[in-house]
């Protein structure tokens, strides 16, 4: 699981900087917060990226599940007013990564995706 994260993670900070132009990224970027059930809120802004107008199904799993336990696996991704959008468990933010980067991927002509660095 470390592994995945961290692929995750890196794929995430290289979608970021080819995204970082001079100008998007003063008033758009990407948010990652704790939330109290206890648990991940993810927001990336996709306004002025390759995304802004690419649907997106919203994904659901096990949200309707008791709160407060921080083993518990859920998670909630969709996408809202120029926004990728993702709430999960305590355990679930590299559930919610790989589902954008997933998403990301699959939308992104292939002589722009996040290339590998050094």
Known sequence: ???????NM??????YATECNGDW???NGIKI????NPGWR??????GTLLEDVSFS?????????????TQRWHQCLVDDYQFRGW?????LDVILGIFREWAEA??????ECQETG
């Open 42 to 47: 993810v927001k990336i802004d996709l306004y």
């Open 10 to 15: 890196a794929w995430l900070t290289r979608w």
């Open 58 to 70: 919203p994904i659901s799993y096990n949200v309707d599940v008791p709160n407060g336990d921080p």
């Open 33 to 36: 917060t704790t939330i109290d």
């Open 107 to 112: 939308n992104t002509p292939e002589e722009v």
């Open 1 to 7: 699981m470390e592994d995945s994260f961290s692929d």
């Open 25 to 27: 990224e003063h008033q």
């Open 88 to 92: 999960g468990g305590a355990l679930d």
